[in-house]
C-alpha cells in the first residue's frame, strides 16, 4: 500500500483505497485497465471523484455492512440504504491516520 494524499492509497491491480467513516474501515476501487469492475476517477488524490456509485457489502469486524456511496470532489455521500449510523448524511473524506 502507497501513499497518494491524506486521502487515497494505491494497492496492487490498479486499485485505490479511502477510509469510510461509516464503516470506521477502508473501501477499495478498481480504477484505470485491468481485471474487474472499475470506476472513473477524475485523477485527483487530494479531493477524489470515483463513478458511479460505490456499493459496498459484507462483513467488517463489527458485523454485516451495507455502504453505498457517492464519492464526489473529496466528500462522501451516504445513500440511505446504508446500515450504519451516517446513512442520508454527506461527510468529509477523512485524512488516513498516521501509522
Not at 11 to 35: S, T
Request: hydrophobic share 35%; with cysteine; charged share 20%.
Amino acid at each position: 500500500m502507497a501513499a497518494l494524499s491524506k486521502k487515497l492509497r494505491s494497492v496492487e491491480g490498479g486499485r485505490l483505497m479511502f477510509w469510510c467513516p461509516g464503516c470506521d474501515g477502508a473501501h477499495q476501487v478498481g480504477v484505470g485497465d485491468g481485471p474487474g469492475p472499475r470506476w472513473g476517477y477524475n485523477g485527483n488524490p487530494d479531493a477524489p471523484t470515483f463513478t458511479p456509485s460505490i456499493l459496498v457489502e459484507g462483513s467488517m469486524r463489527k458485523g454485516p455492512i451495507r455502504c453505498h456511496s457517492f464519492v464526489t470532489d473529496g466528500r462522501i455521500q451516504f445513500l440511505a440504504d446504508c446500515n450504519h449510523a451516517l446513512a442520508g448524511q454527506t461527510v468529509d473524506m477523512p485524512d488516513w491516520e498516521e501509522a
